[in-house]
């Protein structure tokens, strides 16, 4: 059986759900708190190596204030969650904005990194400010991984989108750059175990040749 050895995670339709359920746009973001974990206990007793998710962009910061302050503070209530699962923990994103949390910056080094699971959280992200340092290739050997502000990110085999979006939204494009994409209609808070089996089975079915 061929296993993805990193996977990516979109977790979309937060805001849909709980307009969906009658509640307020901002109330959604923390009823995918619970999905998340749920997901990476699956991930990791399947033998998947690396799981990154997508916490919040440096484009989402244009939404009304109220919900800025909800999915900030579900990243930091996410990561400190993941926390307690005795992971490999790094935390990715623009800290010089004061949007990134204060209370994420000690993740901004791995921790355990004794652990044989890797999860990132990609937190006030934006791709131009990952390639920011790309000028560092001019005139020497180095490879394009090596100049990214996420180089301590590995390459995605496999991403997962809930929300029905057919969009990668800036997700690392650099590791994504070989990546199966596989689209879940369901919004994200309404997670369920058979998504990721199926993405599982749907992965077994690619034609992964690198270019090759």
């Not at 930091?76 to 209370?103: I, Q, T, W, Y």
Request: charged share 30%; aromatic share 12%; proline share 4%.
């Amino acid at each position: 059986m061929r296993i993805p050895r990193h996977i990516g995670i979109i977790p979309d339709g937060n805001r849909r759900w709980a307009e969906s359920m009658g509640m307020k746009k901002r109330e959604g973001y923390q009823h995918g708190l619970n999905p998340g974990l749920e997901l990476l206990r699956l991930a990791r007793s399947y033998g998947i190596q690396e799981l990154t998710y997508y916490g919040f962009t440096t484009d989402n910061i244009k939404r009304p204030k109220d919900q800025i302050e909800s999915f900030v503070q579900a990243c930091v209530d996410a990561v400190k969650l993941v926390e307690s699962e005795n992971v490999s923990l790094l935390v990715v994103g623009n800290e010089e904005s004061g949007f990134f949390p204060d209370d994420l910056l000690k993740y901004r080094r791995r921790t355990h990194d004794g652990s044989d699971f890797k999860v990132n959280f990609l937190v006030n992200y934006g791709w131009e400010w990952d390639l920011a340092d790309i000028d560092c290739l001019s005139g020497n050997r180095r490879k394009i991984t090596e100049c990214l502000k996420t180089k301590d990110i590995s390459r995605v085999d496999l991403i997962i989108r809930w929300g029905g979006r057919r969009r990668l939204s800036g997700f690392l494009p650099v590791q994504s750059v070989y990546a199966d994409f596989y689209i879940i209609d369901d919004l994200w808070p309404d997670f369920k175990p058979e998504h990721f089996y199926e993405a599982m089975e749907w992965y077994q079915a690619q034609d992964v040749t690198l270019g090759g």
